[in-house]
């Protein structure tokens, strides 16, 4: 199984970017995927989740209104476009696979059976 991670990089505030999250080696369509976030010193922490179908998606509230997460299960990659970039959200962005959690757990990452090996997002002030 395989996680690859991509589309970081640096960007002014209020600038955009993508990230990508090709996957292998998984049933990737039977999947509840996510996107999580490192800041220097502190947990990992949740900031958007997509279920199999990409029916419902979930942010935190941080990044509401800036963030999508969208899924192409014939590509079997997941994507978080981020919009409107603070220096807040610079962090390691990592992206994730759960086989099974429901919509209760959906925010812990212990959930999440299969990480990617993380891409860092710089956001200049």
């Known amino acids: 199984v395989q996680l690859q991670a991509s589309g970081g990089g640096l960007v002014q505030a209020g600038g955009s970017l993508r990230l990508s999250c090709a996957a292998s080696?998984?049933?990737?369509?039977?999947?509840?995927l996510g996107w999580f976030r490192q800041f220097p010193g502190k947990e990992r922490e949740f900031v958007a989740s997509i279920t199999t179908s990409g029916g419902t998606t979930e942010y935190t509230n941080s990044v509401k209104g800036r963030f999508t997460i969208s899924r192409d299960n014939a590509k079997n990659t997941v994507y978080l476009q981020m919009n409107s970039l603070k220096p807040e959200d610079t962090a390691v962005y990592y992206c994730a696979a759960a086989s099974f959690v429901s919509s209760t757990y959906y925010y812990i990452a212990t959930y999440y059976d299969y990480w990617g090996q993380g891409t860092l997002v710089t956001v200049s002030s």
């Open positions: 080696g998984l049933a990737f369509s039977r999947k509840v």
